[in-house]
């Protein structure tokens, strides 16, 4: 390892400078517009030292009008005062061990050393000094950054040494998608707005990570990436090289990994996207093995090496897999199996590389925990992905649909595992939840060392929230409120506070929520309401009379990110409302609000502040479905139930649970056709939508057996209404009688006759896809009328009641 070192003529200097115990006494960088120092860089600088040098130059300057020389191998003047840069390691000779980003300051005499664990650490550490002199990267751009002008600059004093070191080893903000997702499309502005995010990350101290910043981007940055990889990457990399027709048991048992293959109901081994690997095929651990062990080899510079599950079901129900999943049905409940697979691989990967480890989403989808009593290798880091309960704080005592997810958390390393944090900004045009910022502290007192956020959208809102939690990355002690009134005070000045309000005013809308999600163009409708928009304008006109010129102008940016919110809602309440009755009239509203949404984001040209994504899901996706609203509807039942035979019935009747054999003698199934109707202003409850005599007939007629979306709904999100009448069976008395739900996307009260019998909530990641049971025997009418209706909340994706309902008795 080579261990850098300024010329030796440096090393004497700095032996007779040593004795000095503190700072110069009126020892300045600039002073009065001049410059009184120079930036000592070591004798091998690479790219990041020099970017780091140059930084700090443009800087200086910008605030004082003086531009600090370099210095490289000169003897140093006589009390000049000297910035010096001081890396241990450069890039190449880095074997990563997430110590990487820590860095001291010190101030002896007249030299600041800032002397970093890497390039990039010095470089955050002159980031770090330029903060303690008043500069703010508040959002990309030149307009984003505040560097207040002083034309005399003292130097900073930094005694005794101070040490810094982040509070997350990997920091990630990035956006998701790609660069059209969320940039200018417009060849001549993209670039540079790419290259002024990427300085906006840097700057605040968090790593380049996905696609957007790492594949696309102008030089210089070519440094900043992060050093721990997550993704869906274990079958590629089980599966390198295995060709299915040569070794068909390399690859999975499945009875039906997804619908393409439409219902076969055969336990094929099957290839292809949509499925995982056989975790007890030894060629498989083998591979896996081997090629962690090849990239670590290349990768010198990296610490963690992606093998999470494939982002959808496919799990092996082989013999072999079965078995070593304790004789639990792999589907249903991976966990024993998938764990011990890993453990098996980062064992191997450990004779070789001790330090290094591997990484899997977990809790995540069907991967919850490890089974009670199995260690986990500390070479695995659980990147835990906080998907659902976004609207309240992570430990919030009324998140329930956290709980479960904080608890796995906990169990997971006690079992042994590194941790890491997946959390996720809203998708664009949905307001940005604030609970984001108070959950990073509970995070970070769970024992997590890696901090994931995956930025799925861009406007001037999220900015604030952005920032502040790119802070709280770095420095999880510091008050989320503190620096949301900093961005507001600094930003915006004599109308931050008024910006704060506006803040709160959104948090306090989404906080009302049943639960957020990632966000969606229902929540968004559901958020923003009518009274709300009319609040937000008042409060933003009154900012506006308060400022001028640059802030001004920043406020015209946020203001302009709202409005464009509120054009989405009203449009999205629109078109719901054209879906939901058919009507010229509503449809015609509908359009009208389409193109008032087109035409303010062409007038506020929107997509050099905003995801210009946002622009094609309103005039294009929401124009597409409200142009075939007059095509006539009928029910459609879903691929999943095939040609809906009894016995395909019952085992959706029993989704993700063990169907009896035999099954009930006495089975009914409901009706697959049922009346349907949306809740936009979640007014039904209030107007009983669920009385038994309530006339629904002006309800729409859909199929119970597939989800709404794909019957005329699509892209609804919120609250919906079934009602199913059906002429119960006489049922043997002396026995409950049970109503099985097969599945109900996301979760609702379940009503009989009028009556609540059963809420269900959904609190696990699959609950979408899980039957649940109702014990209505004091509810039911047996031999007579009955009606079923069910009043559900879909927030995120598919949604409704879409597999079969049934009915049978138990003693």
Same mark, same amino acid.
């Given at each position: 390892m080579t261990i850098l070192h300024h010329r030796s003529v440096f090393l004497l200097a700095g032996i007779l400078w040593a004795a000095v115990a503190?700072?110069? /006494?009126?020892?300045?960088?600039?002073?009065?517009?001049?410059? *009184?120092?120079?930036?000592?860089?070591?004798?091998?600088?690479?790219?990041?030292?020099?970017?780091?040098?140059?930084?700090? *130059?443009?800087?200086?300057?910008?605030? &004082?009008?003086?531009?600090?020389? %370099?210095?490289?191998?000169?003897?140093?003047?006589?009390?000049?005062?000297?910035?010096? %840069?001081?890396?241990?390691? %450069?890039?190449?000779?880095?074997?990563?061990?997430?110590?990487?980003?820590?860095f001291v300051l010190e101030t002896r005499g007249n030299r600041l050393t800032i002397a970093g664990e890497s390039e990039l650490a010095v470089l955050y550490g002159v980031y770090q000094v330029l903060e303690d002199l008043g500069v703010r990267w508040f959002t990309p751009g030149e307009l984003g950054m505040h560097c207040p002008p002083q034309p005399t600059l003292p130097l900073p004093s930094y005694h005794p040494a101070r040490a810094f070191s982040p509070s997350f080893r990997t920091r990630e903000l990035d956006l998701s998608g790609t660069r059209n997702t969320h940039f200018d499309r417009d060849p001549a502005r993209q670039p540079q707005l790419l290259q002024e995010y990427a300085l906006w990350l840097l700057r605040n101290r968090v790593h380049h990570k996905r696609v957007i910043t790492t594949r696309h981007l102008p030089q210089p940055f070519g440094f900043g990436q992060g050093r721990e990889f997550q993704g869906h990457n274990l079958r590629r990399t089980a599966l390198r090289g295995a060709v299915f027709a040569e070794a068909p048991e390399r690859f999975p048992l499945v009875t039906q990994a997804s619908e393409r293959w439409g219902r076969d109901g055969v336990a094929a081994r099957r290839e292809g996207g949509a499925t995982q690997i056989c975790f007890t095929h030894p060629d498989n651990l083998a591979t896996a093995i081997a090629s962690v062990r090849t990239y670590f080899e290349t990768h010198p510079q990296h610490l963690t090496y992606p093998l999470g599950l494939e982002d959808h079901a496919g799990i092996c129900e082989c013999p072999g897999c079965v078995k070593a999943n304790g004789d639990v049905f792999p589907p249903h409940d991976p966990n024993r199996l998938v764990w011990a697979f890993l453990n098996a691989v980062a064992d191997g990967v450990a004779t070789t590389f001790p330090t290094r480890k591997i990484s899997v989403y977990s809790p995540y989808g069907s991967m919850t925990r490890p089974p009670a009593g199995m260690r986990v290798s500390s070479n695995i880091v659980a990147v835990a992905a906080q998907v659902t309960g976004n609207h309240l704080p992570v430990a919030d005592p009324g998140n329930t649909h956290a709980a479960t997810y904080l608890e796995h958390i906990r169990l997971t390393q006690a079992a042994g595992a590194d941790l890491g944090i997946r959390t996720y900004t809203m998708y664009p045009g949905t307001p940005q939840p604030l609970a984001i910022l108070d959950s990073m502290r509970t995070f970070h007192g769970l024992g997590a060392n890696w901090y994931h956020c995956e930025s799925m959208g861009r406007d001037e809102h999220r900015w604030i929230v952005t920032w502040a939690l790119a802070r709280l990355a770095w420095d999880v002690s510091r008050e989320p409120q503190e620096l949301l009134r900093e961005f507001c005070d600094?930003?915006?000045?004599?109308?931050?506070?008024?910006?704060?309000?506006?803040?709160?005013?959104?948090?306090?809308?989404?906080?009302?929520?049943?639960?957020?999600?990632?966000? &969606?163009?229902?929540?968004?409708?559901?958020?923003?309401?009518?009274?709300?928009?009319?609040?937000?304008?008042?409060?933003?006109?009154?900012?506006?009379?308060?400022?001028?010129?640059?802030? /001004?102008?920043?406020?015209?940016?946020?203001?302009?990110?709202?409005?464009?919110?509120?054009?989405?809602?009203?449009?999205?309440?629109?078109?719901?409302?054209?879906?939901?009755?058919?009507?010229?009239?509503?449809?015609?509203?509908?359009?009208?609000?389409?193109?008032?949404? /087109?035409?303010?984001?062409?007038?506020?040209?929107?997509?050099?502040?905003?995801?210009?994504?946002?622009?094609?899901?309103?005039?294009?996706?929401?124009?597409?479905?409200?142009?075939?609203? *007059?095509?006539?509807?009928?029910?459609?039942?879903?691929?999943?139930?095939?040609?809906?035979?009894?016995?395909?019935?019952?085992?959706?009747?029993?989704?993700?649970?063990?169907?009896?054999?035999?099954?009930?003698?006495?089975?009914?199934?409901?009706?697959?056709?049922?009346?349907?109707?949306?809740?936009?202003?979640?007014?039904?409850?209030?107007?009983?939508?669920?009385?038994?005599?309530?006339?629904?007939?002006?309800?729409?007629?859909? &199929?119970?057996?597939?989800?709404?979306?794909?019957?005329?709904?699509?892209?609804?999100?919120?609250?919906?209404?079934?009602?199913?009448?059906?002429?119960?069976?006489?049922?043997?008395?002396?026995?409950?009688?049970?109503?099985?739900?097969?599945?109900?996307?996301?979760?609702?009260?379940?009503?009989?006759?009028?009556?609540?019998?059963?809420?269900?909530?959904?609190?696990?990641?699959?609950?979408?896809?899980?039957?649940?049971?109702?014990?209505?025997?004091?509810?039911?009418?047996?031999?007579?009328?009955?009606?079923?209706?069910?009043?559900?909340?879909?927030?995120?994706?598919?949604?409704?009641?879409?597999?079969?309902?049934?009915?049978?008795?138990?003693?």
């Amino acid at each position: 390892m080579t261990i850098l070192h300024h010329r030796s003529v440096f090393l004497l200097a700095g032996i007779l400078w040593a004795a000095v115990a503190r700072p110069a /006494a009126g020892a300045d960088l600039v002073r009065e517009g001049r410059a *009184r120092a120079r930036i000592l860089l070591p004798e091998v600088a690479g790219h990041a030292t020099l970017f780091a040098a140059e930084e700090l *130059r443009g800087h200086i300057e910008r605030m &004082s009008g003086a531009r600090l020389p %370099l210095l490289f191998a000169e003897v140093p003047i006589a009390d000049e005062t000297l910035v010096v %840069l001081e890396p241990r390691r %450069l890039e190449g000779d880095i074997q990563a061990d997430g110590r990487e980003d820590r860095f001291v300051l010190e101030t002896r005499g007249n030299r600041l050393t800032i002397a970093g664990e890497s390039e990039l650490a010095v470089l955050y550490g002159v980031y770090q000094v330029l903060e303690d002199l008043g500069v703010r990267w508040f959002t990309p751009g030149e307009l984003g950054m505040h560097c207040p002008p002083q034309p005399t600059l003292p130097l900073p004093s930094y005694h005794p040494a101070r040490a810094f070191s982040p509070s997350f080893r990997t920091r990630e903000l990035d956006l998701s998608g790609t660069r059209n997702t969320h940039f200018d499309r417009d060849p001549a502005r993209q670039p540079q707005l790419l290259q002024e995010y990427a300085l906006w990350l840097l700057r605040n101290r968090v790593h380049h990570k996905r696609v957007i910043t790492t594949r696309h981007l102008p030089q210089p940055f070519g440094f900043g990436q992060g050093r721990e990889f997550q993704g869906h990457n274990l079958r590629r990399t089980a599966l390198r090289g295995a060709v299915f027709a040569e070794a068909p048991e390399r690859f999975p048992l499945v009875t039906q990994a997804s619908e393409r293959w439409g219902r076969d109901g055969v336990a094929a081994r099957r290839e292809g996207g949509a499925t995982q690997i056989c975790f007890t095929h030894p060629d498989n651990l083998a591979t896996a093995i081997a090629s962690v062990r090849t990239y670590f080899e290349t990768h010198p510079q990296h610490l963690t090496y992606p093998l999470g599950l494939e982002d959808h079901a496919g799990i092996c129900e082989c013999p072999g897999c079965v078995k070593a999943n304790g004789d639990v049905f792999p589907p249903h409940d991976p966990n024993r199996l998938v764990w011990a697979f890993l453990n098996a691989v980062a064992d191997g990967v450990a004779t070789t590389f001790p330090t290094r480890k591997i990484s899997v989403y977990s809790p995540y989808g069907s991967m919850t925990r490890p089974p009670a009593g199995m260690r986990v290798s500390s070479n695995i880091v659980a990147v835990a992905a906080q998907v659902t309960g976004n609207h309240l704080p992570v430990a919030d005592p009324g998140n329930t649909h956290a709980a479960t997810y904080l608890e796995h958390i906990r169990l997971t390393q006690a079992a042994g595992a590194d941790l890491g944090i997946r959390t996720y900004t809203m998708y664009p045009g949905t307001p940005q939840p604030l609970a984001i910022l108070d959950s990073m502290r509970t995070f970070h007192g769970l024992g997590a060392n890696w901090y994931h956020c995956e930025s799925m959208g861009r406007d001037e809102h999220r900015w604030i929230v952005t920032w502040a939690l790119a802070r709280l990355a770095w420095d999880v002690s510091r008050e989320p409120q503190e620096l949301l009134r900093e961005f507001c005070d600094t930003y915006y000045g004599a109308a931050g506070d008024l910006v704060l309000e506006v803040l709160g005013m959104l948090d306090e809308a989404v906080r009302g929520m049943p639960v957020v999600v990632l966000g &969606s163009l229902g929540a968004s409708q559901s958020i923003l309401s009518e009274a709300l928009i009319v609040q937000l304008s008042t409060r933003l006109a009154a900012a506006r009379a308060r400022v001028e010129g640059r802030e /001004a102008e920043r406020l015209g940016r946020l203001i302009d990110s709202i409005d464009m919110m509120a054009a989405r809602a009203r449009a999205a309440r629109a078109c719901f409302r054209a879906m939901d009755t058919r009507s010229d009239a509503s449809i015609q509203q509908a359009q009208a609000a389409i193109d008032a949404f /087109a035409e303010l984001w062409k007038e506020r040209d929107l997509s050099l502040t905003c995801s210009p994504s946002l622009l094609d899901e309103v005039t294009q996706r929401l124009q597409g479905h409200v142009a075939k609203l *007059r095509e006539p509807m009928s029910p459609q039942r879903g691929a999943h139930v095939g040609t809906g035979t009894p016995a395909i019935l019952l085992e959706e009747a029993f989704s993700m649970a063990t169907v009896p054999a035999p099954p009930p003698a006495d089975l009914f199934i409901l009706p697959e056709h049922g009346r349907f109707k949306l809740d936009i202003d979640r007014q039904g409850v209030a107007q009983a939508w669920m009385r038994a005599d309530l006339d629904d007939s002006g309800w729409r007629e859909i &199929s119970t057996w597939n989800f709404y979306e794909r019957q005329g709904y699509d892209p609804y999100d919120g609250d919906y209404w079934y009602r199913i009448r059906f002429q119960a069976p006489p049922l043997e008395t002396g026995r409950r009688i049970i109503l099985r739900i097969g599945a109900l996307d996301d979760g609702g009260d379940v009503y009989l006759n009028g009556k609540l019998a059963h809420t269900r909530e959904h609190l696990s990641p699959l609950a979408w896809q899980e039957s649940f049971t109702v014990d209505v025997t004091a509810l039911i009418r047996p031999g007579e009328d009955n009606i079923l209706a069910i009043h559900g909340q879909d927030h995120y994706g598919m949604g409704g009641l879409w597999k079969p309902v049934v009915l049978y008795t138990q003693p």
